[in-house]
């Protein structure tokens, strides 16, 4: 079986981590790289998080820092839902901080020269994969397609209009889901599904390895910090989405049509404007996931964990 090469973006994050776990876990995926961005924390935070979740599953791929800022707006963080640290709940050992000394562009655009067919899984902000496309524009045609966890057919989390991960860098976004590569949209429409109820935290605990113990122990503050941000009954796990829908394509369903990215300063700045109706007769540019099986997704999850059982 042919692995697929990904490399992952990402700004850990409770969601991030799960994601890098499953990464790094699923027989049908290579993770070449990490890059990071700051999105949920500075780029100190997640680059820290990033590291110590990706030593901690056992990989030694290279992961490498990206820009602290978004290309036009000011930054924001999401310090409710992760926490102080960006990923408040687990203390992870004192790993040696041997980030890759490349930008997470440069690392990104080396990749992505080198292997054929490479998948880009964005979990946080696009200001990364939109500097490394300006600064090397061959690699839109290498990259066999984008899976993004971010935007929404429906309304957002961080504004009425808008989504975490497009409203921290509309205009990374934008370059991205205009770089004519396949972009694959995870947006909460379809995250906002699964969420991680105090059972499921229960039924991974029962797993009883290292990772099961920082999964649950993650998931505790997620879900806490999520319940009194959104007022919901437990947290959407969002960022893994991209991951499962590479390991099994009957999960996520995904509907081409037309989107675009607001990068209007007004209210609705960061939308992902959905066509789900195709009222306006444009081009389908993105694969937007539509529908997703929620118990399939636990058990890509559960199965995992369980690969770090000895
Ligand atoms: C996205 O925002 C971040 O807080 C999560 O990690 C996820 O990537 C959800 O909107
Ligand atoms: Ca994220």
């Not at 791929?61 to 960006?86: F, K, N, T, W």
């Not at 993650?218 to 009194?228: G, I, P, S």
């Amino acid at each position: 079986m042919n692995k697929q090469k990904i490399i992952l973006d990402c700004d850990p994050g409770h969601d991030d981590a799960v994601a890098i776990l499953l990464a790094v876990a699923s027989p049908k995926i290579e993770l070449l790289g990490i890059t990071v961005a700051a999105g949920n924390q500075t780029i100190e935070k997640t680059a820290k998080n990033a590291l110590n979740v990706a030593r901690f599953v056992k990989s030694n791929v290279p992961i490498a820092i990206g820009s602290a800022e978004p290309l036009v707006r000011d930054r924001i963080i999401c310090e409710q839902v992760h926490g102080e640290s960006g990923l408040d709940g687990f203390a992870f050992p004192n790993y040696p901080q041997d980030f890759d000394k490349r930008h997470a562009a440069q690392l990104m655009i080396d990749l992505i020269m080198a292997n054929d067919d490479v998948i880009m899984v964005t979990t946080g902000p696009l200001t990364n994969l939109a500097l490394a496309m300006k600064l090397e524009p061959r690699i839109c045609q290498r990259i066999k397609k984008v899976v993004v966890m971010g935007g929404s057919t429906d309304n957002g989390n961080t504004s009425p209009a808008a989504e975490f991960n497009i409203m921290c860098d509309a205009e990374a976004a934008y370059i991205v889901f205009n770089s004519g590569v396949e972009i694959y949209m995870c947006g909460l429409n379809i995250t906002r599904k699964v969420l991680v109820y105090d059972g499921i935290i229960n039924r991974m605990a029962k797993i009883n390895n290292e990772v099961s113990d920082m999964f649950v122990q993650l998931m505790r503050v997620f879900n806490e910090n999520q319940r009194k941000t959104f007022q919901i009954p437990a947290a959407p796990l969002h960022d893994p989405v991209t991951i499962v829908s590479l390991i099994d394509e009957s999960v996520v369903k995904f509907t081409k049509m037309n989107v675009t990215i607001d990068i209007n300063h007004g209210p609705s700045y960061g939308r992902t404007n959905c066509d789900v109706f195709d009222y306006l007769k444009q081009e389908k540019n993105v694969y937007v996931a539509m529908h997703i099986d929620v118990d399939k997704y636990w058990d890509i999850v559960e199965s995992a964990i369980r690969t770090f059982s000895k």
